[in-house]
């Protein structure tokens, strides 16, 4: 089955600071690669997606390039806020339509 | 649009006591997936349905678990015995169709505690 790599957290920042958190994966075929957030106390929710190689998703000011040749899908936001505190979970999809999830990297913006 | 909803938020049980989760997905959501997610990681996929039919069981405890999708619409997820193991959090999920380009919208979830 699919597998992921995620970033190992905690990762503490300070507001309008670069954030990257990596993630690699291994999959079946040729997978979609999503990011889903879940903020305090809420529900996981779908932040950005890619669906073939090259493609950038976007979303909230995160962006995330998904490259075929590394396997590869890190997400990137160039000023991060207080509001982005949350933790971030990558997760492929394969043709089996099974949404395989990262371990989470939880991420802490300080004023 | 209502999200997905799920029942109950918490619950705290003695373990051999049997409990149940309940969901309903998305309107017009074909596909229904119950995640477990233990603290500290990332959701695991117990089930998925495409509308009546569990298409993907692989990953469910099949002595303890047990899951229904009657009409396909709403969800029930059973433990019976629970175990001390198996505290954690359970979500509930659904898309317009098992495709991998589509969309998962995910409940709250309900938080177990075994004791």
């Known amino acids: 089955g699919d597998s992921v790599t995620q970033m190992e957290g905690p990762v503490t920042l300070s507001e309008e600071a670069f954030l990257t958190i990596n993630c690699t994966y291994t999959?079946?075929?040729?997978?979609?690669l999503f990011w889903y957030v879940q903020y305090p106390g809420e529900g996981l929710q779908l932040l950005l997606k890619?669906?073939?190689?090259?493609d950038k998703g976007s979303n909230k000011g995160f962006e995330a390039t998904y490259r075929k040749e590394t396997t590869s899908f890190h997400l990137e936001k160039g000023s991060v806020q207080v509001s982005d505190s949350a933790v971030y979970f990558c997760a492929p999809r394969s043709n089996d339509y099974k949404l395989s999830f990262g371990a989470g990297t939880t991420v802490t913006v300080r004023a | 649009e209502a999200g997905v909803v799920q029942s109950p938020r918490y619950k705290i049980i003695e373990k051999k006591q049997p409990v149940a989760f309940w969901c309903n997905p998305i309107s017009g959501h074909n596909t229904l997936y119950w995640y477990r997610q233990n603290l500290g990681q990332g959701p695991e996929l117990l089930i998925r349905y495409e509308n009546e039919e569990a298409v993907d069981d692989s990953q469910l405890p099949k002595d303890r678990f047990s899951a229904e999708r009657l009409k396909g619409v709403d969800s029930t997820l059973k433990i019976q015995p629970a175990e001390l193991g198996d505290s954690a959090v359970y979500l509930c999920?659904?898309?317009?169709?098992?495709?991998?380009?589509?969309?998962?919208?995910f409940g709250q979830g309900t938080r177990l505690t075994v004791v």
């Open positions: 999920a659904s898309s317009k169709s098992g495709g991998k380009n589509t969309e998962a919208f």
């Open positions: 999959a079946t075929g040729y997978p979609s």
């Open positions: 890619a669906t073939k190689a090259d």
